[in-house]
């Protein structure tokens, strides 16, 4: 995983190295996105930080929210609420919605909320057969809807809700 961008930006970095094609360059950021978001939200976390990065930060008052934290699920639930995906995540794409939830996932790692829920989410998903072991629910969902992306969201968000309307486990 690439640590660092170069001091000038990758814009100008990578333009240069590819003698101002645009496209390569783009090309070369967008495999280094495709890196980073293979990435589980917990090695994310884990991802040391130099001192210059720790800084940026600010101080870790400055990173608390106003609000209180909400889980994963309370914001898919919200997402069907409203009915707006795209005030949410752009176009309807399933990929912008499993982005939108691995980066909702991780600022909740680190600010130190563990989400269990969003898991037993995922477990319950598998043992109810609607993603198979081994897939991901965009893939599973998009098949289900002949590659409607739209409709595999709603699907996800409709699962979200019938999932938090089970009685609790003992």
Same mark, same amino acid.
């Given at each position: 995983m690439k640590k660092a961008w170069p001091g000038e930006g990758w814009a100008e970095a990578y333009l240069r190295e590819f003698a101002g094609d645009h496209i390569r360059a783009v090309r070369k950021y967008l495999d280094y996105v495709a890196e980073f978001r293979s990435l589980s939200p917990e090695e994310l976390a884990a991802m040391p930080m130099s001192s &210059?990065?720790?800084?940026?930060?600010?101080?870790?008052?400055?990173?608390?929210? !106003?609000?209180?934290?909400?889980?994963?699920?309370? &914001?898919?639930?919200?997402?069907?609420?409203?009915?707006?995906?795209?005030m949410y995540i752009g176009e309807a794409l399933v990929e912008h919605m499993a982005g939108y939830i691995d980066g909702y996932r991780l600022c909740l790692?680190?600010?130190g909320l563990?989400? &269990?829920?969003?898991?037993?989410?995922?477990?319950?998903?598998?043992? !109810?057969?609607?993603?198979?072991?081994?897939? !991901?629910?965009?893939?599973?969902?998009?098949?289900? !809807?002949?590659?409607?992306? &739209?409709?595999?969201?709603?699907?996800?968000?409709?699962?979200?809700?019938?999932?938090?309307?089970?009685?609790?486990?003992?």
């Open positions: &210059e990065e720790r800084s940026r930060l600010g101080r870790p008052s400055a990173l608390r929210s !106003t609000q209180p934290l909400v889980p994963i699920l309370d &914001e898919l639930l919200e997402i069907r609420r409203v009915g707006r995906i795209l790692s680190l600010a563990k989400d &269990e829920e969003y898991l037993r989410f995922e477990r319950w998903l598998q043992g !109810t057969g609607r993603v198979l072991p081994g897939r !991901t629910w965009e893939e599973a969902f998009l098949q289900a !809807t002949h590659g409607d992306h &739209e409709a595999a969201i709603h699907r996800l968000l409709d699962c979200a809700a019938e999932f938090r309307a089970l009685p609790a486990a003992p």
